[in-house]
């Protein structure tokens, strides 16, 4: 009995668990940024570190 009480309990802690999951994820990919905007800062990153390093060798 106490046995079938506890897989109930853990199950349904399971599907919160899940649903507390897939809430999670759906807000941190909504509020994520964009690809070009990622892409844009990589891009300028590269360019910076171009520039130190012709700097340093001349």
Same mark, same amino acid.
């Given at each position: 009995?106490?046995?079938?009480?506890?897989? &109930?309990? /853990?199950?349904? #802690?399971?599907?919160?668990? @899940?649903?507390?999951?897939?809430?999670? &994820? #759906? =807000?941190? /990919? !909504? #509020? $994520? %940024?964009?690809?070009? @905007?990622? *892409? /844009? $800062?990589?891009?300028?990153? /590269? =360019?910076?570190?171009?520039? *130190? !390093? @012709?700097? =340093? %060798?001349?």
């Amino acid at each position: 009995m106490q046995a079938r009480a506890k897989a &109930n309990r /853990l199950k349904t #802690e399971d599907k919160k668990q @899940v649903l507390d999951d897939q809430k999670r &994820n #759906e =807000i941190f /990919l !909504r #509020e $994520g %940024i964009p690809l070009w @905007v990622a *892409c /844009l $800062g990589k891009g300028a990153d /590269l =360019i910076a570190k171009l520039l *130190c !390093r @012709v700097t =340093i %060798i001349l």
